[in-house]
């Protein structure tokens, strides 16, 4: 055991205990500031882990003194602590932008609840991300989509309640398979440890029973992951639920059913199995590309900026799950980035329109009109968020999609590689949009003059921006850890 293992558990443990006792302790400005220090708390933890894990190699942690896979076992590599890094610095910043947009959007007596289940939600994603037992990952999945629910739910549309509603009918579903897959491995190997199953597997590939795990497995992790066209639940869920909720799912939850569709094909049924004997590769990217034209023409003509985005996401998710099709390192390295860089870009920009909404109300492409002068540094940030997502150099999404373009003419695929760029313009058809209405169109008219965001909201979302900036022109960390994970998943280095 190692010595920092104990941090693993504290990721975990602590928003879920924070969780009930906002509730038990019943006041706002106690959720607030707990929600607050747990969520830079582990940050600082995932960040010390990251570093442990670079330096001594893969960390692990056996509860209760079981020794794995006898017991639950809690383990991270370069990929998982990369992941949680991710995940726990995003929560964080959308934490810090909570309370002044919390208390603008949700009622006073539901806002204690509802940092307790944003804190349950942050449990669960981080939960998913350490485990190293399969059946403890479906449960955490589940205390993540839970708690979602009920935060989408929350939305001042009653639209919200429909989109809630939706994603825990496709969510469940969902989660069904992703069990019944489970089920599956578990018959034929005895095992939940991911590691062991890694070794027992082999043995009995060409069972049906393995096969129909592995296929329940990808199209129940593929609901998660909201991949075309299994993404029907998500548009409504981000354009309705509040600005925090919509923040935190667009850089976080896609993100971690991506983490965990890596996971498996990669590491626990492994390339040969996932790419070679079943055609998954093909599979991945053909939706990839299909979701990437079909999500990207579809938010050009979308009047809810926040739906706009919303199905941006699809398209992007589409852009990673071409890249984990590839199954070569430099395909995988491409998809670990955007990873990375689309949850800082999605995270500026959902953030930047909670700025903006916070002055303006409801976020359609004629208000935000004029709002470059009114409301410069929150239009400056989603202009610079939307640049990122086009991919315009220096941005950090130039970046992954530079070597998703190079993963692809490695492999052959020179076809894809214009998709590719035809997408970066759909992209920038929808983002130039925003970028018309907020600086060259005519402020609507109105009673009162509009002012800018508050500093409180601003500061999480310029961390953002300037994150973005940061890593497209800064790009040994995100490269590098990228590059030493997609080596250990594809067997192309230690």
């Known amino acids: 055991m190692n010595a920092p293992g104990p941090l693993a558990v504290l990721v975990v443990i602590m928003p879920l205990l924070a969780a009930p006792l906002c509730v038990l302790i019943g006041r706002i400005a106690v959720a607030r500031w707990l929600a607050l220090l747990v969520g830079w708390a582990s940050a600082a933890m995932a960040l010390t882990l990251l570093a442990v894990v670079e330096a001594n190699g893969p960390l692990s942690y056996a509860l209760g003194d079981w020794a794995p896979p006898w017991g639950i076992e809690y383990r991270l590599d370069r990929l998982g602590s990369y992941v949680l890094l991710i995940v726990t610095l995003i929560t964080a910043l959308v934490f810090s932008f909570a309370p002044r947009s919390v208390d603008r959007e949700i009622p006073e007596g539901r806002q204690i609840p509802f940092y307790s289940a944003l804190l349950l939600a942050a449990a669960g994603l981080n939960g998913i991300v350490v485990t190293g037992d399969a059946f403890n990952l479906f449960v955490f999945l589940e205390i993540s989509s839970l708690a979602s629910y009920a935060l989408i739910s929350q939305g001042y549309d009653r639209r919200a309640l429909y989109a809630s509603f939706r994603y825990l009918m496709m969510g469940t579903i969902g989660a069904t398979f992703i069990l019944i897959g489970i089920g599956f491995l578990y018959m034929m190997t005895g095992t939940l440890n991911m590691q062991d199953l890694a070794q027992r597997l082999p043995a009995v590939f060409d069972t049906r029973t393995v096969r129909a795990g592995f296929a329940f497995l990808t199209v129940g992790i593929g609901l998660k992951l909201a991949i075309f066209p299994l993404h029907l639940w998500l548009p409504n869920a981000y354009a309705f639920a509040p600005a925090v909720v919509s923040a935190l799912l667009a850089a976080t939850s896609t993100k971690v059913a991506v983490y965990v569709m890596l996971r498996f094909t990669y590491d626990v049924f492994g390339q040969e199995f996932a790419f070679v004997r079943m055609p998954l590769g093909s599979i991945l990217m053909l939706l990839g590309a299909v979701g990437i034209v079909s999500a990207s023409l579809v938010a050009v003509f979308q009047d809810n900026v926040k739906r706009m985005l919303a199905y941006s996401s699809v398209a992007q998710l589409g852009y990673m799950a071409l890249a984990m099709g590839l199954a070569n390192r430099t395909g995988v390295t491409a998809a670990l980035l955007h990873l990375f860089n689309h949850a800082l870009m999605k995270g500026a920009l959902f953030l930047a329109l909670g700025a903006l909404s916070y002055r303006v109300g409801t976020l359609r492409i004629g208000s935000l009109a004029g709002l470059g002068r009114r409301m410069p540094w929150s ?29 692809a003419l490695e492999s052959g695929w020179w076809p894809l590689a214009l998709l590719i760029l035809a997408g970066s313009l759909l992209a920038l058809v929808y983002v130039w949009r925003l970028v018309e209405a907020a600086y060259f169109a005519r402020p609507l008219p109105g009673p009162t003059e509009v002012s800018e965001a508050p500093l409180t909201l601003l500061l999480p979302v310029w961390a953002l921006v300037l994150a ?20 250990q998943l594809t067997g192309a280095g230690p």
Do not use: D, E, H, M
Not at 386 to 407: D, H, M, Q
Not at 468 to 484: D, E, K, P, W
């Open 468 to 487: 973005n900036l940061y890593f497209g022109l800064n790009t040994s960390l995100t490269v590098g850890i990228a590059q030493r994970a997609a080596a």
């Open 379 to 407: 239009s400056a940030a989603l202009v610079i968020g939307g640049l990122s997502l086009v991919g315009v150099p220096p941005t950090a999404g130039f970046i992954s999609k530079w070597y998703l373009i190079l993963g």
